[in-house]
């Protein structure tokens, strides 16, 4: 197990670059100390913790056209636009199964991120028992507008992103002195301000919890700040960054399965392409 944090960046279907990234890390048997997911890299990082090489790519594929995994048809019935019910019971219980016991063997610690809705600030919930935890990863891949509220231990919760995109600060907090860090965006990319009709929105729907809605008025600012961050980590050697190429467009909710296995093959081969230098990284002093 190598001493050192892995930040997973969330983004819908985007992760499955991140998908590709770690199935190769899999392969190769790579684990690391402390782990930390956002969002979609929440749920990325369940499978990988599992050592379920091929999951995390099956389950962002095999259910795109079912309506009560991803759909207006499910925003509508239940409130929230990824069916609960499908995607954190019948999908790891059933359609396809978690594997709970290989979870629990994982060496190191996992963490995913939420927002706490009234305070406005992220928290770390480490991942202990999947069986209940899965509410955590449910919490933090919430997206605000189309999910309802996931309550934890009497607390509300959303989208891990919206308060903490990429936990690098996090991870540096918890002693990890080198990071590898997996982005959903190429290189270049900053994240604009939101549209003033979608914070309207985020207004009349969170009226009770200003916090939040202050985090997505500030999000941009935030995200390209670490990003920042991100890349001086990089030129300092202390990060090793992967990110996909600008070649194809992925929406973060994407239906078509050509475009996201191609995503999917070229997170696969950065890994396999950069492995060793990334291990060079890890064990230089």
Do not use: W
């Not at 995200?223 to 467009?249: C, S």
């Not at 929406?251 to 997170?267: A, H, S, T």
């Amino acid at each position: 197990m190598e001493q050192a944090g892995l930040v997973l960046e969330g983004g819908g279907m985007r992760g499955v670059y991140t998908a590709g990234v770690l199935d190769y890390f899999m392969e190769r048997e790579l684990t690391f100390s402390h782990c930390y997911g956002v969002s979609a890299g929440a749920c990325l990082l369940a499978s990988y913790m599992s050592g379920q090489k091929g999951r995390a790519l099956k389950v962002s594929l095999d259910y795109l056209q079912d309506k009560n995994y991803c759909s207006a048809y499910s925003l509508v019935r239940t409130g929230d636009l990824f069916g609960v019910e499908m995607c954190y019971n019948r999908i790891p219980n059933e359609l396809c199964p978690y594997d709970y016991e290989a979870f629990n063997k994982y060496p190191g610690k996992g963490y995913a991120v939420v927002t706490n809705i009234e305070t406005g600030r992220p928290e770390y919930i480490q991942l202990v028992d999947m069986h209940t935890d899965i509410q955590v990863i449910r919490a933090s891949a919430s997206l605000p507008l189309v999910s309802r509220n996931v309550e934890i231990n009497g607390k509300l919760y959303l989208d891990g992103g919206m308060a903490d995109s990429i936990p690098i600060r996090r991870a540096r907090k918890d002693g990890n002195e080198k990071n590898v860090v997996i982005l959903t965006r190429p290189i270049g990319y900053r994240k604009k301000p939101s549209s003033s009709a979608n914070l309207k929105l985020m207004q009349l729907r969170y009226k009770k919890y200003p916090k939040v809605v202050e985090d997505m008025e500030k999000r941009y600012l935030r995200y390209n700040k670490t990003l920042k961050l991100v890349e001086k980590e990089e030129e300092e050697g202390k990060a090793f960054v992967f990110r996909p190429e600008k070649l194809i467009t992925i929406d973060r909710i994407e239906k078509d399965k050509n475009k996201l296995k191609v995503l999917y093959l070229q997170g696969y081969h950065d890994a396999a392409m950069n492995f060793d230098t990334m291990l060079d990284f890890l064990h230089k002093a």
